[in-house]
């Protein structure tokens, strides 16, 4: 299986060139060259071809889409904040070190993946810990209160608690998915197991709204709660769930709309943000005229004025792609996650085992509804939600949970390799 | 178990498929925000992409027809600042630039020249910065600095407006308005200068509206020989004031009878019994005629953004009030821009060029971009009869109520007028052009509520002439 290793290897140049490209641009319309950056992103580049040569070390086989991947949207990403933020380059360079070394680690302990399954409840607790000390301790920082300060360290829990949720309710779900498809109880038209069988997606979709109402977190809250009723969905088949848990999302919604006068203010933007374009809809405008003054093209690197819209660095940067690489570039980023997504479907599909295909499937959700939920509202297709945009936005806590995750899909999509030898 | 993992991996399946579908769906929507909403969200007024572009490069110089600066930018740190070294003489014409308030004036209708007209490529990403001009385009007026301020300053402290036009071009040689403000203060006067009750930002040449008054009476001088109502030699006997059954009386401006005059003598005088008669011998249809004839109902084009006369509707016009029109009085209302060019029609053998401000548009370096070239606008009478009413104008100014407005050694032709109106006392006006053997200046003159034309507007006009003549 050497030559997959070899694919990634011709991939992961390609993606280096781009990366190499972008930083240049930025060099030169400045009209001075950085050489600091220039270092920055070689080390990058060689950061990936380690890990590559690790991996061929180690003999993994596993899929040789996702590193390339990762590579280009991580590069796009350093290009956007060495032109956003210069002063937050080198940091991010850091933390895509971190997070590739956090990679192969993943990528190699998630090999003995069934034996996370005996620890499905301590992940549950992890994951559940992780969340409600964002919701205790968060402190807010630009705006999002979901940050946690210990000493010199800080970082975002939410970013960490949907791998150890994921584990989780893929752990239990696969052990009682005969139950919850032989569904016991009927309410009305629909068909529900019993209780006590789903009492712990309840406590997820329970801590989903806490987010929600507490720390006006809609992102996560819908991250989680989608990723709840999804994940029962795949086991159980049933789109009762899925209904059921839609209606409780609305209805717990429109309660919120009419309690919390934030969330109507974030709902009325969105309606209508012509409406007070200066005020409260300031930002989503500010996003969307960058995206209209980028057009196809785009202004090109550095020619745009994406800093005009505040926080860009971290929630809008999807809108400063757009701006200064137009629609080419957008799209294309979309598409590679529409690919990176796609790749790890397809690994839960080839996986043998029923544990490792639900965590797959569940990281491949919880990568998609995330990815959807803040371009979506950065294009205003959707309320906007304060959520990273993976590989790309600027934050360590971000940088290095994606990494895990994508180590953990890498190993999966491995197992079917060693069986199929 | 195998067949339980099937349905997994079917269930996984659909889930992968609607995800991946709202992934799909986001990529159209963001084509629709990049391409079909992109002009809407450009162009939208809040967004200040565009004026941030602009800023970064200096805009175009506005000059004078002889290179003379009548707008500049001057780098100041990181920005440009406007300069505007004639001030409050080209006030209205230059117009001002300001990030807060806006555009007006030259400023305003050749923004896009001056900005260096680079939006049309905007639209080709990086590849356009390597087409985009690193400075705006310069605008030459037709204006002449030394003409504009001569008339600037013989206006006074009145309010009021001087136009001169070259007859033979169209090309405007002077736009006064008064008062005045001084561009280079707009920021910091904005509040003082946007509410002044006298409207120091209104282009009263092209945007104040006047009733003529008597310079009116050299167009029904045309349509009465036109239309043969009148012979040269004929004399019409005028007493000082004429009765208009069934109640109407029009009276000489100093109740003097005049008696057997021809129309020469007329218009020398300024008689409103004698013209007050053509225009009743004229009647309400050809008077209609004539006033659309020498353009009153056309618009001169976007560029000098001219508001419309007011004329009235002839067709239920009684004898007194078409009398009144005649004399140019009642409802009827012009531009000082309109009385320029009927002078001007007289002044090149019965043609009207259309009236320009912009000669032409360079580069930064004075290479030619873009020319204006004259254009004739309207043909409204024949060479012959503006010939005959050429020398009338001449001597009105030589021996009638225009005499103020004579130079030594030039001929000048002229006509004044003294138009009463509802905000108090009359406007002094005085139209006409010099050389008349030769014409190179047509000038209408408005001084508001000053008094008779003759001795107010007339030494004005004789002043912008010998400016404009030496």
């Known amino acids: ?421 | 178990m195998r067949n339980d993992m099937n349905d997994l991996a079917k269930n996984i399946r659909k889930v992968a498929l609607g995800l991946l579908s709202l992934l799909v769906i986001l990529l159209f929507y963001l084509t629709y925000i990049q391409v079909v909403q992109s002009d809407f969200l450009i162009a939208h007024s809040l967004n200040r992409r565009t004026l941030e572009a602009f800023r970064m490069i200096p805009r175009g110089m506005i000059l004078d027809k002889s290179g003379e600066k009548l707008a500049y930018s001057k780098k100041v740190g990181d920005s440009f600042k406007r300069e505007y070294p004639y001030g409050s003489i080209a006030a209205q014409v230059v117009g001002y630039d300001s990030i807060t308030y806006g555009r007006s004036g030259i400023e305003s209708t050749f923004n896009r020249d001056l900005t260096g007209n680079n939006t049309s490529i905007a639209h080709l990403g990086a590849v356009s910065h390597l087409l985009t001009n690193r400075s705006g385009n310069n605008v030459v007026l037709t204006l002449d600095a030394a003409v504009q301020e001569t008339a600037y300053k013989a206006l006074g402290n009145h309010k009021g407006a001087i136009v001169a036009i070259n007859p033979s071009t169209g090309a405007i040689l002077a736009m006064v308005s008064k008062p005045s403000f001084d561009p280079n203060e707009i920021d910091q006067q904005w509040k003082r200068i946007s509410t002044d009750k006298n409207s120091p930002l209104l282009n009263r040449v092209t945007q104040g509206l006047y009733p003529p008054g008597s310079t009116l009476k050299v167009m029904i001088a045309e349509a009465a020989r036109r239309e043969k109502v009148i012979d040269l030699k004929e004399k019409i006997y005028c007493e000082a004031a004429l009765k208009i059954p069934p109640d109407y009386v029009l009276q000489e401006s100093h109740l003097e009878a005049y008696g057997n005059i021809n129309l020469e003598e007329a218009l020398a005088v300024s008689s409103n019994v004698f013209f007050g008669t053509l225009s009743l011998k004229l009647g309400y249809k050809k008077m209609e005629n004539t006033f659309d004839r020498f353009g009153f109902k056309r618009s001169v084009g976007q560029e000098l953004q001219e508001v419309a006369s007011h004329l009235p509707d002839f067709s239920s016009l009684g004898d007194g009030d078409l009398a009144q029109t005649g004399i140019g009085q009642g409802s009827l209302l012009v531009t000082p821009l309109r009385m320029a060019m009927l002078a001007s029609s007289f002044a090149n053998e019965g043609k009207i060029m259309r009236p320009y401000l912009v000669d032409k548009i360079t580069d930064l370096d004075g290479s030619l971009i873009k020319t204006f070239a004259p254009a004739e606008w309207l043909t409204p009478t024949t060479p012959q009869l503006a010939g005959e009413i050429n020398k009338m104008m001449v001597r009105v100014v030589r021996d009638g109520t225009g005499t103020a407005a004579s130079l030594p050694g030039v001929l000048v032709a002229g006509k004044t007028g003294t138009a009463e109106n509802a905000q108090g006392d009359s406007h002094a006006w005085f139209i006409g052009f010099a050389p008349a053997d030769n014409p190179q200046i047509a000038i209408a003159v408005i001084v508001e509520n000053s008094g008779f034309g003759g001795s107010i507007a007339a030494p004005m006009a004789r002043q912008v002439f010998k400016a404009a003549l030496q």
């Open chain 1, 1 to 421: 299986m050497i030559n997959r290793r070899q694919l990634e290897r011709n991939l992961l140049m390609v993606a280096g060139i781009i990366m190499l490209n972008g930083i240049l641009a930025v060099n030169l319309a400045h009209g001075v060259l950085n050489y600091q950056t220039l270092g920055a992103v070689t080390f990058i580049f060689a950061g990936f071809m380690a890990a590559n040569i690790v991996l061929c070390k180690v003999g993994h086989t596993g899929d040789p889409l996702f590193l390339p991947l990762a590579s280009l949207l991580v590069g796009i990403g350093l290009i956007i904040i060495l032109r956003l933020k210069p002063e937050l380059f080198m940091l991010q360079v850091m933390w895509v070190g971190v997070g590739l070394v956090a990679f192969l680690i993943s990528a190699i302990l998630a090999k003995r993946l069934e034996q996370i399954a005996y620890f499905k409840y301590i992940c549950g607790f992890i994951g559940v810990g992780l969340l409600l000390s964002a919701i205790l301790f968060g402190v807010d920082i630009g705006g999002n209160k979901n940050w946690i300060i210990m000493g010199p360290v800080r970082f975002q829990p939410s970013e960490f608690a949907k791998i150890f949720i994921v584990l989780f309710l893929a752990a239990y779900l696969s052990e009682r998915r005969e139950l919850l498809t032989l569904a016991t109880k009927h309410y009305g038209p629909f068909v529900l197991p019993h209780p006590r069988f789903i009492a712990p997606l309840i406590a997820v979709w329970s801590l989903g709204m806490l987010m929600f109402v507490l720390q006006r977190d809609m992102g996560a809250a819908l991250l989680y709660f989608g990723l709840a009723i999804i994940m029962t969905y795949m086991v159980s088949g049933r789109s009762s769930y899925v209904i059921i848990g839609m209606i409780a999302f609305l209805v717990g919604s429109v309660i919120c709309y009419h309690l919390y006068s934030h969330i109507q203010l974030r709902v009325d933007i969105w309606l209508n943000p012509w409406s007070d374009p200066s005020g409260g809809a300031y930002q989503i405008v500010q996003s969307l005229f960058a995206l209209g003054s980028g057009g196809i093209m785009g202004s090109g690197l550095t020619y745009g004025f994406p800093t005009m819209i505040p926080e860009v660095h971290t929630d809008f940067i999807f809108a400063a792609i757009g701006e200064e690489m137009g629609l080419i570039g957008a799209g294309a980023v979309i598409l590679l996650y529409i690919l990176m997504i796609y790749r790890a479907f397809r690994t839960s599909l080839l996986s043998l085992m029923p544990f490792s295909m639900m965590v797959a499937a569940g990281l491949a959700v919880s990568m998609a509804l995330q990815t959807f939920l803040i371009i979506a509202g950065v294009i205003k297709f959707f309320p906007l939600t304060g959520i990273t945009l993976p590989f790309i936005s600027y934050g360590g806590s971000s940088i290095v949970s994606n990494f895990i995750l994508l180590g953990m899909l890498f190993s999966i999509s491995e197992v079917r390799g060693y069986d199929a030898k």
